[in-house]
């Protein structure tokens, strides 16, 4: 019986077969575009395509790499084809898994932050984004309702989280602060009550035996992937040297205060602090990118958030979008290149918000390999974790604000707004419906009571 590609779980391909760079490399690009529904649906897919159907990892060893990657700040579906890129074809298999997984998103996002800044005033087009406004707001609502079901496992964590909820609403205490706080809490707190800050659920509760893998529970660690500290260092020195390179590069050309050099300072900070998904850095990115430098508006920063739901790749892509609203808005090549300077623009964000990404991977992957068992550390994870779900609660009330009371608490209530955020909010949390129908409908329905009001007003 000759080794075929399957079509489904049941027939195996041949554990020995080794898959070529090339055919990894089609797949990733195809990974690239298909990459909807976050992290939960993103990681979903990869377990399909590469545990289930392809046979090219077990999941005891999926499984290992993705809990390395839940305990690093960054999006951990990116991270997660990078270690597994990186384990079947060295670094530039890590290098090549990573960046497919966000330049198709990249492309687009700078396509529609084009026309969002283009034609947002066009009647159609402003509806759109009237209608899906409210939706982000019920996507945030249910983030913080599916983080907090999995992490307040106890008392505790839901003090933690009404902790960091009031430091940043009535307080405005900046989010680095909240975290180190949060872990501080879970490192001395796992001393006197482990189980209380233990990781809840883990993504290796449910295990199946689907067949002999290329990448299989015993098979060793290739020569690659074993820990060296030669290795190490030069990962490290290779990518601290692209990171002052390209800070170099924006002090010659912006100087210390332009906006590239200040957006690529801002998020190389900010790619420290996603712990918990993207959700959870967008407060520090709007107290820096809104409030702090002003590269756009909180409304413009809730249809980012939009845009970013309804592309492939990691959610925390809406950092394009600030980046390009704010090189469009400063012009940061000049007034004669509004769009280059803009999609450069989102270009050095993504640069700067995504290298540490691949650092951690490619540096801390071989120390991983070397053991398959429970990895340590977890509880200032755990107690993160919680305090990001106050912190999202809160960003929720933000767009509920900026959504009901567009012009302040003085001014109208938007009766209209407040209904499609109510459907929305049942259509998630009742029907479960998915993301890209969600925002679809309710795009729809703000385009006809834009039309409405028009033909009304005429």
């Known amino acids: 019986m000759t080794a075929t590609t399957p079509i489904s779980p049941t027939p195996l391909p041949s554990a020995s077969a080794a898959v070529s760079f090339g055919e990894a490399f089609r797949f990733w690009l195809k990974l690239g575009f298909i990459s909807f529904g976050g992290p939960a649906g993103q990681i979903a897919i990869m377990h399909t395509e590469l545990v289930e159907r392809r046979r ?18 960054g999006p951990e579906a990116q991270q997660l084809a990078t270690y597994i890129g990186w384990l079947m074809h060295r670094t530039r298999g890590g290098i090549v898994a990573g960046a497919l997984f966000v330049l198709p998103s990249l492309f687009i996002l700078i396509a529609l932050s084009w026309v969002y800044l283009r034609f947002g005033d066009v009647p159609w087009v402003a509806g759109f984004f009237y209608g899906i406004k409210p939706a982000v707001t019920a996507l945030v609502l249910h983030a913080a ?17 009404a902790a960091a909820f009031v430091a940043i609403f009535a307080f405005n205490t900046p989010f680095p602060a909240i975290v ?47 820990f060296s500290r030669r290795h190490l260092v030069k990962v490290l020195a290779v990518g601290l040297g692209l990171w002052f390179a390209a800070m170099a590069v924006l002090l010659a050309t912006q100087g210390v205060h332009g906006t590239l050099t200040q957006m690529g300072w801002f998020f190389t900070k900010a790619a420290m602090l ?30 980012g958030l939009a845009l970013g739901e309804t592309t492939p790749g990691p959610l925390i892509m809406v950092v394009a979008f600030v980046g390009f ?14 769009f280059a300077g803009a999609a450069l623009a989102a270009t050095v964000v993504t640069f700067f918000t995504f290298l540490p990404s691949f650092v951690f991977v490619l540096a801390g992957g071989p120390a991983i390999e070397a053991t398959h068992g429970k990895l340590g550390f977890t509880a200032p994870l755990s107690a993160i974790t919680a305090a990001v779900v106050g912190v999202i609660v809160n960003l929720a009330l933000f767009f509920a604000y900026h959504v009901l009371w567009p012009q302040g608490f003085g001014g109208r209530f938007d009766l209209a707004a407040s209904t499609i ?16 129908p969600l925002i679809a409908v309710c795009g729809l329905i703000g385009v006809a009571l834009r039309f409405f009001q028009i033909s009304g007003g005429s």
């Open 56 to 73: 090219w990892i077990s999941e005891k060893r999926f499984l290992h790499a993705l809990n390395y990657c839940m305990l690093l700040p």
């Open 145 to 161: 309702h599916r983080i907090g079901t999995r992490a307040l496992k106890n008392g505790w964590m839901w003090g933690i989280a």
């Open 180 to 226: 180190l706080a949060a872990a501080l809490i879970g490192h001395f707190g796992a001393r006197w009550a482990p189980g209380v800050f233990a990781l809840g659920g883990g993504h290796g509760a449910a295990r199946h035996d689907y067949g002999p893998a290329l990448i299989d529970d015993d098979t060793p660690t290739p020569p690659h992937a074993r």
């Open 274 to 303: 996603t712990f918990g998904g993207a959700y959870a850095v967008l407060p520090y990115v709007y107290q820096g990118a809104v409030e702090r430098h002003q590269w756009l508006s909180g409304t413009q920063m809730i249809d």
């Open 325 to 338: 609203v704010g090189g469009w808005i400063h012009q940061v090549l000049g007034p004669d290149a509004v």
């Open 421 to 436: 955020t109510v459907a929305a909010t049942i259509a998630l949390f009742r029907f479960n419906v998915g993301v890209l």
